[in-house]
C-alpha cells in the first residue's frame, strides 16, 4: 500500500498523467514478445551497429515514415469502433427502453389478476346473498314471500299508524334487495373492465418481451462486431509498438542529439499508442506474492518499462517509473533511456565478475529486487541535464539517488537510483 501511495503522489504531479491517466507497466509476456518480433523496417537493409547513429536515425526516420502511414489504418480502425460503440449506445438505450416497459406491463397485468380474483370473491358473496334470500322464502317463510304478506298487512292495516309504519318496513326491504342487484351487476361490469385491462397489460408485456428479445439480438450482434473492431484496432497499435519498441532503445542509449531528435519523432508518430497499450496491459503484470529472495524473482512478478524492451522491475517500482518517463518524455519529447533494471541472480554474479569493484554482493542488489535502474540517455553525468532533470523531478515518483553514488559518496553512479519500496 506505501508503495501505491507513492506512485500516486507521483502520478498527482506529472503533467502527462493528466493527459493519459495512471500507468501500471507493461507485461513482460508482451515485453519479451516485443523483443522477439521487434525488428528495422525491412526497406532499411540490414541492421546497423548499435554506435552506428548514422545508421540507427536512417531506421528511425524509415519507420516514422512508415508509421505515418500506417496511421490511417489505426485511424480508419478507430472511426469504425466509433461509429460501433454509438450504435450499441443506441441500442442499449432501447433496450432499457423495452425492459421498462415489459416489467411495467407485467406488473400492470399482475395488479389486475389480484383484483379480477378480489372481485370474483365478491361476486360469489353476493350470489351467496340472493340464494339465503330464496331459501328465506321458500324453507322459513321470510324473503320474498315474506315481503309481500308485508305488503299486504300494509295496505289492510286498520290504523294509518299502523299502516305508515308497515310501509317504511315494506320501503326498506324493497331498497336492500335493489341494492343487492344494483352490487352484483356494479361487481360483473368491474369484472369485465378488470379482465380487459389484464389481457392488454399482458399483451403489451408480451410485445415488450419481444421487442426486448428483438433489441438484445441485434446488440449482441454489435456487441460482437465493436469487439471484433476494438481487437482490430489494438492489433493496429500494437503491430506499430512492435515495430518502434527494437527502435528507440538503441536511438536513446546513443547519448547524441541527432538520435534523440529521431526517437522524439518516432514517439509523436506513435501518438502515444505504446503508452496506452503499456496500461491495458498493466493489468496482466506484477501479480503474486508481495516479495522474493533477491535475484529470483519470477518474470510474471515483474513489469516491463516504458521504452526499454526487455528491461522490468516490481509492479509498484516499474508504475512510478513509467509515470516518471512519460513526465521526462512530455517535456524532453524522448523517454528515460534504461540500461539495465531487475537484475537476476545470476546475471548479478555475472555482473560482480566482469566489475568486481563496482558490482554490489550478488543477493544484495537492490536491482535483484526490482527497486533500482541504471540510466542511460545523459542520467550518467552527473553534469548532464538529463540528470539535473532526475535530481529534481525523481523523487515525486518516489525515486532517489543514494549517498553512496553521489559524487561524494563512495562509489560515485550518476546512473544508479533507486525506488522506495
Known sequence: MGKDRAVRRGLGIGRSLLRHGVATGLSMALL????????????????????DVAGQVKVAETLRAQLIKSNADVAAASSRLDSLSAQANTLLAGLSAARTVQLAAEAEATTQRARLVELGRQVQEARSALGQLASDS???????????????????????????????????????????????????????????K??????????????ATAAKSTLDAVIAEQR???????????????RAAGVRGPLLRLDNPAARAADKKLAQALQG???????????????????????????????GLYAAPGQSLRRSAALAFDAMSMAYQEETGSALCVTEGYRSYAAQVAVKRKLPGLAATPGRSQHGLGLAVDLCGGVQSFTNPAHVWMTHNAPLYGWFHPAWAEPTGGMPEPWHWEFAS
Open 32 to 51: 519479451a514478445g516485443v523483443a522477439v518480433t521487434a525488428a528495422a523496417p525491412a526497406s532499411a537493409g540490414r541492421p546497423p551497429k548499435p554506435n
Open 138 to 196: 321458500y324453507i322459513n317463510g321470510g324473503g320474498p314471500l315474506g315481503d309481500v304478506t308485508a305488503v299486504l298487512e300494509a295496505l289492510t292495516a286498520p290504523s294509518p299508524n299502523q299502516s305508515t309504519d308497515s310501509l317504511a318496513t315494506v320501503h326498506y326491504l324493497v331498497n336492500s334487495h335493489a341494492r343487492l342487484l344494483s352490487r352484483v351487476k356494479s361487481v360483473r361490469a368491474a369484472q369485465s373492465v378488470t379482465w380487459a
Open 228 to 242: 471484433k473492431a476494438l481487437q482490430g484496432l489494438r492489433a493496429a497499435e500494437a503491430a506499430q509498438v512492435r
Open 273 to 303: 499508442q505504446d503508452y496506452k497499450l503499456l496500461m491495458r496491459q498493466s493489468k496482466y503484470c506484477g501479480r503474486g506474492p508481495a516479495t522474493y529472495p533477491n535475484g529470483r524473482w519470477p518474470s510474471s512478478a515483474l513489469c
Open 198 to 211: 389484464a389481457t392488454a397489460a399482458s399483451n403489451k408485456a408480451a410485445a415488450a418481451a419481444k421487442s
